[in-house]
């Protein structure tokens, strides 16, 4: 984890240790879970979360507290709050006081109800794709200043490039385990039905579309049970 002396200020070369770190981080979880570390530390908030965009889908990435995976929640389901906002519209929102908050009404009392007093989220992007929001919560009102709000946009910067190569090198490990598992899956039909890999992969790929099943899938149940799925 990246330390620093909290009574100094931030330098350069503290991002550039902690852009080390989460680039260094062996997968998406990790690197996320290294950016919540180091905003803690930095921003000196109560509690912070993270979370990440998969397409149309909305998934916490990390969180600090178990309030801000029920805050993250409650958004979802009602698909509205600072956190979608500040995602969808790749903009920075802050809550001064969550109390006097009347934008979101039902996510104030939500909050405030958790000890929330501010709250500040910034967004994860990269040119016109969001990665995620990154979400700092303070107990205290008006506990984020523009010193805050400067490392946050940094922080956010170095996580969404860190984030975005964390998911291409694990589609990439899983693209190259799945190319080896249909590989196992065709030498076990070439030898049980006496075909060679053409015919082998055609099998494959008729049974995964006439099941309505990802190749993988089928590949690994031919792999587990040496026959055709049922």
Known sequence: MVQFDPAQPLAARTFAELAMELHGAPSVTETVEAALDFAVQAVRCAHSGLML???ARLCTGAVTDPAVEAIYRWERAAGDGPALTALREQITIGVRDTRAETRWVG???????LGIGSVLHTPLAIGAETVGVLSLYAGRIDAFGNDDLAIAHI???HASIAVAAA???ESMVQAVDARKLIGQAMGVLMMKFDVDE???FAILKRYSQHHNR???EVAQEVVDTRSLPR
């Open 214 to 216: 990802k190749l993988r």
């Open 107 to 113: 996510w104030s009392n939500v909050v405030t109800a």
């Open 53 to 55: 965009a998969e397409g």
């Open 167 to 169: 998911r291409h090198q």
């Open 198 to 200: 053409q015919r082998a």
């Open 155 to 157: 922080l956010a910067r």
